[in-house]
């Protein structure tokens, strides 16, 4: 990943482009410095991409976006979880296509989705 490097963790342009293509960031797995986003920095207009639209948001606030090399939590997936029900009831993909469509135009948001949508057939 290219936040090892120094110089990419506060880049906007580097942030932007790992988000770009579909979400790296594992919800549960961040730690957030409410001085800066504040007590609820997540739009609560998704139910599976609210993590990943928060993170585009991120991107405008001055810092870094920091990786650790080391495995701190487990995914755990279960089947009466909001990711699974937004997967079944084909949610997840419309959300999905909102957020490419933020930041990609919208005739290649659809060429991404054309690929993405094989991906997302489970957690």
Do not use: Q
Request: charged share 25%; with cysteine; aromatic share 20%.
């Amino acid at each position: 990943m290219l936040f090892f490097i120094r110089f990419f963790k506060r880049s906007k342009f580097i942030k932007k482009l790992t988000l770009s293509f579909g979400n790296p960031i594992s919800c549960p797995s961040v730690t957030l410095n409410t001085k800066i986003v504040g007590l609820r920095p997540y739009k609560e207009d998704m139910k599976s991409n609210i993590d990943w639209e928060t993170w585009l948001d991120f991107i405008k606030y001055k810092g870094s976006f920091i990786y650790l090399n080391k495995e701190l939590t487990y995914h755990r997936i279960h089947i009466e979880s909001e990711t699974t029900r937004c997967i079944s009831n084909s949610s997840r993909l419309e959300e999905d296509y909102k957020v490419f469509c933020k930041i990609w135009p919208k005739w290649f948001a659809k060429f991404i989705m054309f690929f993405y949508k094989f991906a997302v057939k489970s957690n």
